[in-house]
T-cell receptor, first 117, second 114 residues
């Protein structure tokens, strides 16, 4: 079974530029998450989708960050304009819809490392 | 707001030692707790998941315990090996319905010396 795919793996931009990240979850996974991991910190949830609807975006800086999940499969996360403090690894994760137990595990992609200069 | 703390932040031990990583959380209303491993440049790999009704889970040389009422979990690694070197993250899932994003600690950076 293929894992969660993310691209690009690395991105370097100047502050005030725009950037977009792409995530392809595991086939059939209804729930998708974007996390931000700043160096030395644990991942922090930015947004959660159930199919193509937003479940939780309470920690998403909506003045500059946006995300969408068209057709309930792939997702894109965009930052416009980027700030220095946005330098981080952006992790995508997915989880199958289901009952408690094994299906509660979130499967993480390798992440996109963003450097804002 | 849920907060997760991991102690120690870093640990370096000789190969073969048994070791314990600690995790504490402030809100005991959790659905489950997970321990993840993170290797440099890679995503997170789930090691153990403990449901709120469970006390412990075991996988090979790993054993995780959960004391929900006191807000604590430990990850026990037996007979450590250099390949265990990684950052270990503890995460809790709140019990608040559909919004089930994880809250993570900052991790314990573990080095096993050959």
């Amino acid at each position: 079974e293929a894992g969660v795919a993310q691209s690009p793996r690395y991105k370097i931009i100047e502050k005030r530029q725009s950037v977009a990240f792409w995530c392809n979850p595991i086939s059939g996974h209804a729930t998708l998450y974007w996390y931000q991991q700043i160096l030395g910190q644990g991942p922090k949830l930015l947004i959660q989708f159930q199919n193509n609807g937003v479940v939780d975006d309470s920690q998403l800086p909506k003045d500059r960050f946006s995300a969408e999940r068209l057709k309930g499969v792939d997702s894109t996360l965009k930052i416009q304009p980027a700030k220095l403090e946005d330098s981080a690894v952006y992790l995508c994760a997915s989880r199958p819809r289901g009952l408690a137990g094994l299906t509660d595990t979130q499967y993480f992609g390798p992440g996109t490392r963003l450097t804002v200069l | 707001k849920q907060e997760v703390t991991q102690i120690p932040a870093a640990l370096s031990v000789p190969e073969g030692e048994n070791l314990v990583l600690n995790c504490s959380f402030t809100d005991s209303a959790i659905y489950n707790l997970q321990w993840f491993r993170q290797d440099p440049g890679k995503g997170l790999t789930s090691l153990l998941l403990i449901q709120s009704s469970q006390r412990e889970q075991t996988s090979g040389r790993l054993n995780a315990s959960l004391d929900k009422s006191s807000g604590r979990s430990t990850l026990y690694i037996a007979a450590s090996q250099p390949g265990d070197s990684a950052t270990y993250l503890c995460a809790v899932r709140g019990s608040g319905g559909g919004a089930d994003g994880l809250t993570f600690g900052k991790g314990t950076h573990l080095i096993i010396q050959p």
